[in-house]
Structure formats: C-alpha cells, structure tokens
C-alpha cells in the first residue's frame, strides 16, 4: 500500500545536545547533563495548568539514522559525532549511514514507503523541495522551545537560507561564501597589484590579461581565470551586472533577463573572446581528457585568480602545483550594479515521518553545536561551521590563506544561488543551453531565448508538485 508522507504533528521539546558532548566538559557556562535531565528543566509553552512539559530523562530514548555522504572524512567525523553523543545520551541510539549522494527522488521514495533516514544531509536549494513535498518536517516549534539555542551564536543570514514561507526546513551546518583565490607569486612575478576590495570588473579583466601566457610547448599554458559551468560561479556575475535566476517567489525564471544575459555574457566572453580564462569542460572538449578535474589553479600553479568557497581550502593546501607559490584570497570584484557573491552550504533536515522526533532533533541540534562544529575544523571538514564559535578556530590556523577573515567577511555580502524549492529542473535547462557557448563561445541572448520554453516548463511542473501551496 502506498504511504502518504506529510509533516508529523510539532512534539514536545529535546534539550539542546549541543551541551551534551562530553562529561568532561562545561558547555555555555553550564556543567554538562543528561538530555533528558536539562529537557526537564525547561518548560514548554507558557505557564499554567495548560501547558506541555519537555519529556522526561526516561523518556528520551529512539534510533535515529542519520544519511550523510560517504566521501572522507564525513564517515569519521559523523561517526565520532554519534558515538559523542551517544554517550551522553545512552537512551538514544544513532546509526551514520554514509548512503547520501545528492538524490532527493530517492530519498523521497524511501519517505513514501516509510523506510527513509531520520535526518538527512542536505543543502539551502535541496532541503526546500522535500519540504514542499511533505518529506522535510519544520523545526521551528523546536528551535521557539529550546531556551539554549541563541540565534546570535550563528551566521544568521546562512540558518535563514533554511527558511521557505517563514518555515525553517532544516539547519545549516556550514557554509562558503565564494571569494577570489589567487596566485601571489604570478602577480609578483608580473610586476601587477595584488587584488583587493577596490578591484572591479575592469580591473579584474586587465589584470586577467596580463596574466595570461599562451602555450608554447604543448602544455596548458598560463591562464588569468579558471571557472567553470555551475550556478555557484556564474550566478554572481549574473547579479553584479543587475540580473538574477528566479524572481523573489521562485516562480519566474529570470534568465532571459538583459542583465542576466549581460553577465552571463561577460563570463563566455572571457572564455572565448579575450582568451584569459580556462574551464575543465573547455579542457576537456579541446583534449579528450581532463587530469585537472575542477582544480587547475591548484594542479598547474599556472592559473591566477579562480572564484571558489573554503570548501576547496584542503585541496588547495595539498596541490601539487601550489607547494612552491604563494596564495591567498581576496573579495570579488564588483561588477557594474553590485558586489555579491554565492553563499552555499550544507545542512541537515528532518524527516517528517521519523518515528523518533524528539531524538531526531537532539541529535540534529547537537549536529550545529559549537562541540560538533569544533570537531568539524578539527578533522577539516569542508566548509565554515555556521556556529560562530567554531568558525573563528579557522582564522587561528597559521596555514595559508594570510587572509582569512575574508572568507568570514564575505557572507555579508554573499547569498545562495537560488533557494527556491522548484529551481533545480529549471536551472539544469539552462545549464544545458549555456554549456555550447561555454564550450565553444557564441551569443547568449540567442541561446537563453530558445531554451525559455522549456526552462519556464520545467518550473511550471515543480510548482504543480507543491503539496504546500
């Protein structure tokens, strides 16, 4: 029989795991306790003979499985992560399972037939389609009851990423906003002023040109930018010439839109008509192989300047072709309407047909505490804990970047590309068009134009799916 997922009833208050990682230590100024103990401690809803009570220590106990992706170190932080908290918690029993790999249609199949993870790794533009779905419970009956979870302990603009139609869908666990990362040593060499905040799209540009240096010998040769065909790094040239993907709703595609075009066309142009950049398809397409992956700034040492997150930091520290350059990182330039950049992160949600909710949101809450996220920079898990805390262990780091506090600053000005639940299909249309010219060069307008068909198509389907509307 076929099973209809929709969101399970609010329940009643977990305590914040966050505090709970270990006996030994003291968490936010309070000595560690049992979940259920410090649950009980705290009142939920208002005063009165009306009011629920957070559940008692005997009664937190549940199995949560948690589906996190299997890629190193994620199997050995989460698995500590669960034994932590187990620990403390020894009425719970968590179960890692490195099983995610991006599919929200097969996590969605499992929900229907009942069998899916009770939480799940997601992100901003993930999580919100399960929500309308019915497949992501909303925390926010949790978040309101936990008297220990203070917003101002984390980067808030990233947890509201989370959010759709005022409900938060699930929480962030780290971020990267992306900024430039650049060769020192070719700026050094060629006599040109390191990038700052002051850097604009001409300047970016005539530095690019300087910087590029044609094969002569066979090999890549030297390149001024490398970039690549993916939302997260065409989206702010597309916002820092006035455009945009989707309208505010996410109902619109705002592709064919002339300042999306225009900066999408700046992006090709760079590519193809003034030869400064490189891609890993464009490689690909000339070679018939690509050793480089997405990481030729890293691999040659011969690329100047590529937008990315601190999510390639560990790859950066360990390539090959950086070991005898120094580099360091800088904002994007400002286009000619703004200075944005893209924001994404990675997170966890809940599902709503879990059959251990209040375990399901301790651990999940434990899951953004400042112990887990400490552990997250410990064992160099990509990407900048959400919790403050955490977040400033990276700028004590003596490696390379000098510039740490930038990755930091970015958010300020950064966003997701797109957050809306019915963009994934839309924006994969797009990618499809968009990728001859990326290729080969050619005229944008023309090319957005003709695929709108069945890009406003592709969202006109996910908008009918909507079980929330």
Same mark, same amino acid.
């Given at each position: 029989?076929?099973?209809?997922?929709?969101?399970?009833?609010?329940?009643?208050?977990?305590?914040?795991?966050?505090?709970?990682?270990?006996?030994?230590?003291?968490?936010?100024?309070?000595?560690?306790?049992?979940?259920?103990?410090?649950?009980?401690?705290?009142?939920?809803?208002?005063?009165?003979?009306?009011?629920?009570?957070?559940?008692?220590?005997?009664?937190?106990?549940?199995?949560?499985?948690?589906?996190?992706?299997?890629? #190193?170190?994620?199997?050995?932080? %989460?698995?500590?992560?669960?034994?932590?908290?187990?620990?403390?918690?020894?009425?719970?029993?968590?179960?890692?399972?490195?099983?995610?790999?991006?599919?929200?249609?097969?996590?969605?199949?499992?929900?229907?037939?009942?069998?899916?993870?009770?939480?799940?790794?997601?992100?901003?533009?993930?999580?919100?389609?399960?929500?309308?779905?019915?497949?992501?419970?909303?925390?926010?009956?949790?978040?309101?009851?936990?008297?220990?979870?203070?917003?101002?302990?984390?980067?808030?603009?990233?947890?509201?990423?989370?959010?759709?139609?005022?409900?938060?869908?699930?929480?962030?666990?780290?971020?990267?906003?992306?900024?430039?990362?650049?060769?020192?040593?070719?700026?050094?060499? *060629?006599?040109?002023?390191?990038?700052?905040?002051?850097?604009?799209?001409?300047?970016?540009?005539?530095?690019?040109? *300087?910087?590029?240096?044609?094969?002569?010998?066979?090999?890549?040769?030297?390149?001024? %930018?490398?970039?690549?065909?993916?939302?997260?790094?065409?989206?702010?040239?597309?916002?820092?010439?006035?455009?945009?993907?989707?309208?505010?709703?996410?109902?619109?595609?705002?592709?064919?839109?002339?300042?999306?075009?225009?900066?999408?066309?700046?992006?090709?142009?760079?590519?193809?008509?003034?030869?400064?950049?490189?891609?890993?398809?464009?490689?690909?397409?000339?070679?018939?192989?690509?050793?480089?992956?997405?990481?030729?700034?890293?691999?040659?040492?011969?690329?100047?300047?590529?937008?990315?997150?601190?999510?390639?930091?560990?790859?950066?520290?360990?390539?090959?072709?950086?070991?005898?350059?120094?580099?360091?990182?800088?904002?994007?330039?400002?286009?000619? #309407?703004?200075?944005?950049?893209?924001?994404?992160?990675?997170?966890?949600?809940?599902?709503?047909?879990?059959?251990?909710?209040?375990?399901?949101?301790?651990?999940?809450?434990?899951?953004?505490?400042?112990? *887990?996220?400490?552990?997250?920079?410990?064992?160099?898990?990509?990407?900048?804990?959400?919790?403050?805390?955490?977040?400033?262990?990276?700028?004590?780091?003596?490696?390379?970047?000098?510039?740490?506090?930038?990755?930091?600053?970015?958010? #300020?000005?950064?966003?997701?590309?797109?957050?809306?639940?019915?963009?994934?299909?839309?924006?994969?249309?797009?990618?499809?068009?968009?990728?001859?010219? %990326?290729?080969?060069?050619?005229?944008?307008?023309?090319?957005?134009?003709?695929?709108?068909?069945?890009?406003?198509?592709?969202?006109?389907?996910?908008?009918?799916?909507?079980?929330? #509307?």
């Amino acid at each position: 029989m076929r099973r209809t997922v929709t969101p399970a009833a609010a329940a009643p208050a977990a305590a914040p795991p966050g505090a709970l990682a270990s006996r030994r230590r003291l968490v936010a100024g309070g000595a560690l306790l049992p979940l259920g103990a410090l649950a009980a401690a705290c009142s939920v809803g208002a005063g009165g003979g009306g009011g629920e009570q957070a559940p008692q220590a005997a009664a937190m106990k549940g199995t949560v499985r948690y589906s996190h992706l299997g890629q #190193k170190p994620h199997p050995e932080v %989460f698995a500590k992560l669960a034994t932590q908290f187990q620990q403390a918690n020894p009425g719970v029993t968590v179960t890692p399972e490195p099983t995610w790999s991006w599919d929200n249609a097969k996590f969605i199949a499992e929900a229907v037939g009942g069998d899916a993870a009770d939480l799940v790794w997601t992100s901003e533009n993930y999580v919100t389609p399960l929500y309308v779905k019915g497949v992501a419970r909303e925390v926010d009956a949790y978040i309101n009851r936990d008297k220990s979870f203070k917003l101002s302990d984390y980067y808030d603009t990233v947890v509201n990423a989370y959010k759709f139609r005022g409900k938060q869908a699930g929480l962030p666990v780290n971020f990267g906003a992306y900024v430039m990362h650049y060769n020192k040593t070719l700026f050094e060499r *060629a006599g040109r002023k390191l990038p700052d905040d002051t850097w604009t799209w001409d300047t970016f540009l005539d530095a690019a040109k *300087a910087l590029t240096r044609p094969a002569t010998d066979g090999s890549l040769g030297q390149f001024g %930018f490398e970039t690549r065909l993916h939302e997260n790094v065409y989206s702010s040239w597309i916002w820092n010439a006035g455009g945009d993907l989707f309208d505010a709703e996410g109902n619109k595609p705002l592709f064919d839109k002339p300042e999306s075009i225009e900066g999408m066309q700046y992006l090709i142009d760079l590519l193809h008509r003034h030869r400064v950049a490189i891609a890993p398809e464009v490689v690909m397409q000339q070679t018939g192989s690509n050793p480089y992956s997405t990481n030729i700034f890293g691999i040659t040492g011969n690329v100047a300047m590529v937008f990315n997150a601190i999510y390639y930091l560990p790859t950066y520290r360990q390539s090959e072709g950086l070991q005898q350059k120094e580099w360091d990182i800088a904002p994007v330039p400002k286009g000619p #309407k703004a200075r944005i950049t893209t924001n994404p992160t990675a997170g966890v949600a809940m599902w709503s047909g879990s059959k251990s909710p209040d375990a399901a949101w301790a651990f999940m809450r434990y899951l953004i505490s400042e112990e *887990a996220s400490k552990t997250y920079v410990d064992m160099a898990l990509d990407g900048l804990p959400v919790h403050k805390g955490a977040a400033d262990l990276v700028l004590k780091d003596a490696r390379t970047p000098k510039s740490k506090q930038i990755y930091i600053d970015a958010y #300020k000005y950064a966003r997701p590309a797109f957050t809306t639940p019915y963009g994934q299909r839309a924006k994969t249309e797009y990618n499809n068009a968009i990728r001859p010219l %990326f290729l080969a060069g050619g005229q944008v307008r023309q090319a957005v134009q003709e695929a709108m068909p069945k890009i406003q198509g592709a969202l006109d389907e996910e908008v009918a799916a909507d079980t929330k #509307k």
